[in-house]
């Protein structure tokens, strides 16, 4: 399904640029002081963004940062409404106000702002979903499950996205113009680096919900982390991780520093491929990259199949190939055997097939259900094979070990 929405006029997409979110900030108390805009240059700062090639402004007055001195709602009003009412009408952009409360982003959408970002995915307010609705606007909802980036790794990203959406849709909501946002950051104490990382590696996941997706990691601090740099000093590494997101399918980049991220956008996306997908007389084909059995069932799902069916059928959907290296040639030609008996296959070498060579290695290639199958089978077996159906099972399991894959020295 390829992402083609309007969101205030502004196209945004798979085959629409990339768009940039400059962020105006003008909460004291941010993590990164640099931000702060104060609230007399607030017009020359957003017109500034916008000529450097933002085409969405975010304007928070309040710092999300879990170390920031708190303020009150009323703190926040008195940053916010002000702001808004000099930017609408004033600079050519879209206007977001980045609030996790109803009130005040219902007062901001009465004064010209497009869009709410909520950080909370509307888990903080229970009413932010019905101001959503009221004024039928877009949304920025980030993956949340009790308070804000409370998610840890990306199946816990992915479910609290498709809980956010069943909720917008039980609101009334165009859940098409809700805009993705997975949470990168240390939103909450336990969430170390491995989680952004494994995020980032995996992001190309978040396309199977069809909608746009946004990536918020401007100087953030699993940067600071592996370059041991202050805020101030993370805009290389900034740039690095836009790329990244940009090239495995962000539609939105929010931003501090719109210039440089702008050029590292537009050559990230250069780069990036499209989306296999053909359209004739109103039917449509297109190519789903899935790789996780949850993902499967999710697009399941999402076109009527029931819960029980997406459960059966998703390690039918995700191929695994394998590559089993130093065996004799009896055991390479019993696991082809084995595997061709659940529907799969084995490609080893040719001597190997005619036995003139002793030893040798195999390619195995089938469904993850079917390579399952093939290492409970072989568990039964004489020779090294109960061996091999160990490492084979303990391969699969390192694949989907968070820990085991992403954790590195910093």
């Not at 007062?107 to 869009?115: P, V």
């Not at 509307?122 to 308070?147: G, L, Q």
């Not at 959406?165 to 009334?172: R, S």
């Not at 952004?196 to 699993?222: C, H, I, N, W």
Request: net charge negative; glycine share 6%; charged share 25%.
């Amino acid at each position: 399904m390829v992402v083609d929405v309007d969101i205030c006029g502004l196209n945004v997409g798979d085959n629409h640029p990339v768009r940039l979110m400059g962020v105006l900030n003008l909460s004291h108390e941010s993590f990164y002081k640099g931000s702060v805009v104060r609230e007399d240059s607030l017009i020359d700062a957003a017109s500034a963004m916008v000529e450097e090639g933002a085409t969405v402004l975010d304007i928070g007055g309040r710092s999300t940062w879990p170390l920031a001195e708190p303020i009150s709602k009323e703190i926040e009003r008195e940053r916010l409404l002000p702001a808004i009412d000099a930017l609408a009408g004033n600079v050519d952009a879209v206007l977001s106000v980045d609030t996790v409360f109803a009130d005040i982003a219902d007062q901001c959408l009465d004064r010209g702002a497009d869009l709410v970002n909520d950080v909370s995915g509307f888990m903080t307010d229970v009413n932010m979903a019905d101001v959503v609705a009221d004024h039928e606007c877009p949304a920025v909802v980030m993956a949340s499950r009790k308070v804000p980036g409370d998610v840890l790794g990306m199946d816990a990203v992915m479910d609290s996205l498709e809980a956010i959406i069943e909720l917008c849709e039980g609101k009334g909501i165009d859940t098409d113009r809700l805009i993705l946002d997975p949470a990168i950051g240390k939103w909450v104490p336990e969430k170390d680096p491995t989680y952004d990382f494994e995020t980032f590696d995996r992001f190309e996941r978040l396309q199977l919900f069809g909608k746009p997706v946004l990536a918020a990691l401007s100087r953030k601090s699993f940067i600071g982390e592996v370059l041991n740099k202050p805020a101030a000093e993370r805009l290389y590494g900034s740039l690095a991780a836009t790329a990244i997101a940009v090239h495995k399918g962000a539609h939105i980049i929010r931003t501090h520093d719109v210039a440089a991220t702008t050029d590292a956008v537009r050559i990230a996306e250069a780069i990036r491929g499209r989306q296999p997908v053909v359209e004739e007389k109103g039917f449509e084909v297109s190519v789903l990259d899935i790789t996780n059995p949850d993902d499967a069932a999710l697009v399941m799902k999402n076109i009527g199949v029931t819960e029980t069916g997406s459960t059966i059928m998703k390690n039918k959907t995700v191929n695994r190939v394998l590559r089993i290296s130093n065996i004799t040639t009896t055991e390479a030609l019993i696991i082809k055997q084995e595997i061709l008996a659940r529907g799969g296959d084995a490609a080893l070498e040719r001597d190997a097939v005619s036995h003139e060579a002793e030893w040798t290695d195999v390619i195995v290639m089938g469904t993850l259900l079917q390579v399952r199958r093939l290492a409970d089978k072989l568990e039964c077996q004489a020779r090294n094979l109960p061996l091999v159906s160990k490492l084979i099972k303990d391969t699969l399991k390192q694949e989907s070990d968070v820990e085991y894959r992403y954790m590195r020295k910093i």
